[in-house]
């Protein structure tokens, strides 16, 4: 077979250095866009912040003079006091409790205490002589993350160094003077041990509170299944007195430990922000998440008088340092751009909440922008619109309809609206089945299958109708 050399001509896409940078800062999320354009100003000495020049624009754009950042999640304010409370540090250890005084009490205390601090702290005020402090201090180093002792005593016991000479007794007397301490729950072995001391921490002239202990204790797999009748047949009670205890155990804490949890808070700052302006919703980048940077003078003029050798490496930089920039206004714009699209396609939510959302997929925004789909799904990814009804990711205006007999459609965000308010507004006593609900949104002319209610209803965490059921 005789080779042939032929020419071929065909059209490739060439990633080049910029456009891979451009398609990279447009699906960070601002935090991640914070951490880059960190990494830059310490990497290249050709970039700088505005920040020490506020009337320079960033990246010569049109910024925003207002600002917002939000949080979405803000600790409880009592922590901010509690710091600021001088309170007992605890002196435990694997094997007793320091004696010495000076342990007793530490400086200010930067953060809540943690559950396991905060029971030492108690058994440290408590008038128990120190061995017996050793045992609850083992006992608490056992305890799991939501305050129960979920390793039996024996395996405890076994696991002691013998010349501690602590018996079973002596650990199963420790345990009742830990979960007697100021935070009933805590030490319990089950859920059922757990309710029950909270309830025995409650006045004993407590209405209902007699027949509630009686139900954690032997029949709190029927309270969880709603098996009313069964109950009142077995308690020989009446509604009145059922309906009673139920109320004093569904306010009980079955993690007591979860009170404790250190959680640090979550800060999103929003991208754009959704303000009504004479009557039109209108939406406009947020300048707090928009880093102000600028090429450095200085530098950029020294690289200019150096000869062509030494400066081919700082040329580099400062050509680097260019694109981020423009790579960086134009990632905003794109956001401005899409952002002020999915506002206007979704007034009616803006006007009435959940119940207004329309149905909206990604290819409506690319065709009326002139973008690829892929474009419109990084930069609904992770970023986020301050409007007034609260902050919400850009992928939440975007959702599949259901045909509505009119010949129109409904987004599935108003049908989980509508459905929630349904279920809101029902008895109770006679609560509304998957099928039921199905047949009153057909009323309203929305044609959703059973199925399809009970996949919205578990997407609410809603529970089912027979665990909704009630007196």
């Excluded at 805590?186 to 006045?203: F, M, V, W, Y």
């Excluded at 308010?421 to 044609?447: N, Y």
Aim: glycine residues 4%; hydrophobic residues 40%; contains cysteine.
């Amino acid at each position: 077979m005789k080779a042939v050399l032929q020419l071929k001509q065909s059209q490739q896409l060439t990633l080049t250095p910029q456009l891979q940078q451009a398609i990279k800062l447009l699906q960070l999320s601002t935090l991640e866009i914070n951490q880059e354009t960190s990494r830059l100003l310490d990497e290249n000495p050709f970039l700088e912040r505005e920040d020490d020049d506020p009337a320079q624009p960033y990246a010569h754009g049109d910024a925003p003079a207002s600002s917002a950042a939000t949080e979405t999640k803000t600790s409880e304010d009592n922590e901010t006091q509690a710091a600021e409370t001088d309170w007992a540090e605890p002196t435990f250890t694997a094997s007793g409790i320091s004696d010495d005084e000076d342990d007793g009490y530490s400086e200010v205390a930067a953060d809540r205490p943690n559950m396991r601090e905060h029971l030492i702290w108690q058994v440290n005020l408590s008038q128990l002589d120190h061995r017996d402090k050793t045992m609850i201090g083992l006992l608490i180093d056992a305890l799991d993350e939501n305050g129960y002792l979920s390793q039996p005593l024996e395996e405890i016991v076994e696991l002691l160094p013998e010349e501690l000479e602590i018996s079973l007794d002596d650990l199963e007397t420790a345990l009742v003077q830990l979960q007697y301490l100021d935070e009933p729950g805590i030490g319990a072995r089950n859920l059922s041990e757990c309710l029950a001391l909270q309830i025995k921490a409650q006045p004993e002239e407590m209405p209902g509170r007699d027949l509630a202990l009686s139900i954690v204790t032997s029949h709190l797999e029927l309270l969880g299944n709603r098996d009313f009748v069964k109950l009142k047949k077995l308690l020989h009670c009446d509604d009145a007195s059922l309906r009673n205890a139920q109320e004093i155990i569904v306010h009980l804490q079955p993690k007591p430990g979860a009170a404790f949890e250190q959680r640090a808070a979550d800060y999103v700052i929003p991208d754009v922000l959704v303000a009504r302006v004479g009557g039109i919703w209108k939406a406009r980048l947020n300048p707090e998440a928009m880093p102000r940077l600028r090429v450095n003078q200085i530098y950029a003029n020294i690289m200019q008088r150096r000869d062509e050798q030494s400066s081919e490496q700082m040329a580099g930089q400062l050509q680097e340092a260019r694109w981020f920039i423009k790579n960086l206004q134009q990632r905003f714009d794109t956001i401005l751009r899409v952002s002020q699209a999915i506002v206007e396609r979704q007034r009616q939510f803006f006007e009435h909440g959940d119940i207004g959302m329309r149905p909206l997929v990604l290819r409506e925004i690319a065709d009326q922008l002139e973008l690829h789909e892929s474009t419109i799904s990084r930069v609904t990814t992770q970023k986020f619109m301050l409007t007034p009804r609260g902050i919400y990711e850009l992928k939440y205006f975007f959702g599949s309809g259901v045909a509505t007999e009119a010949g129109g459609a409904c987004s599935s965000t108003a049908i989980r609206a509508i459905l929630k308010q349904l279920i809101g507004e029902e008895d109770p006593k006679t609560p509304l089945t998957d099928s039921r609900i199905s047949e009153i949104l057909a009323q309203q002319g929305i044609l959703v299958a059973r199925r399809t209610v009970a996949k919205y209803r578990e997407l609410l965490n809603i529970l089912p109708v027979n665990l909704r059921k009630s007196l």
